[in-house]
């Protein structure tokens, strides 16, 4: 865990914990259906953690599963975050998939459109 602080136009950072990803049990995003940057981190103690926006705290998840596969290959459990977002494979992924989920959400707009316009016979 990083402190940040600035002193006049200087920007400081200070390591104040560390933590070893073998040791990381689960991560609990707290709520999947809201927009909040707030998750759980679980190591031998629960460390409540605020990120910098809901999507740098799926950033952050994506992150550790990615490495925990590459290195670990340890079952540790994502938890109350949205499936979805949590996959790079998905197109409602948020890393620079912006444009697709506009697209998406435009056809499925139109497709109600057009049949709350259709008469059923």
Known sequence: MVKHWRVDREEKYEIVEKWFLKDL?????????????????????????????????????????????????????????????????SNWSSSNRDFLVVMRICFYASNLLCLSLCRLS
């Not at 679980?42 to 952050?60: L, P, R």
């Not at 290959?73 to 994502?78: A, E, G, N, S």
């Open 25 to 89: 049990k689960m991560i609990d995003g707290k709520e999947a259906d809201t927009d909040n940057p707030y998750f759980d981190m679980h190591f031998h103690k629960v460390y409540n953690m605020e990120a910098y926006s809901c999507a740098s705290k799926y950033t952050f998840a994506r992150t550790l599963s990615k490495l925990n596969a590459m290195y670990l290959k340890k079952d540790f459990k994502i938890v109350n975050f949205d499936d979805t977002y949590l996959n790079d494979d």
